[in-house]
Nanobody
């Protein structure tokens, strides 16, 4: 059974940083493109960032580019999203995603195949 468990969410002020982590189990982690999506209240879920299975390519939505950094550790089956210079508009539930294919800065044309339960991030102004 595939499990993606996010952690690291919380309440912060604008300009602060947060680090989200996703621990994966039940899948061949080093074969999967991984990523993060988010869903703000009353809005559709949107792509945030993705990373290739090898870690040598990353993609970011324009809204987070130059502020967020996605990384992965295939030895520990984890993917991390370092979020800097947070803004109130970053407030959302953040979801870890596995099985992303064909990604660009606009999203991925396939997947994800698996979702985490989400971790809430609230940025106050």
């Amino acid at each position: 059974q595939v499990q993606l468990e996010e952690s690291g969410g919380g309440l912060v002020q604008a300009g602060d940083s947060l680090r989200l982590s996703c621990a994966a189990s039940g899948l061949a982690f080093d074969s999967y493109g991984m990523g993060w999506f988010r869903q703000a209240p009353e809005k559709k879920r949107e792509f945030v960032a993705a990373i290739r299975w090898s870690g040598d390519s990353t993609w970011y939505a324009d809204s987070v580019k130059d502020r967020f950094i996605i990384s992965r550790d295939n030895a520990k089956n984890t993917v991390t999203l370092q979020m800097n210079s947070l803004r109130p508009e970053d407030t959302a539930v953040y979801y870890c995603a596995a099985g992303l294919v064909g990604c660009s800065n606009y999203g991925c044309y396939e997947g994800p195949h698996y979702w985490g339960q989400g971790t809430e991030v609230t940025v106050s102004s």
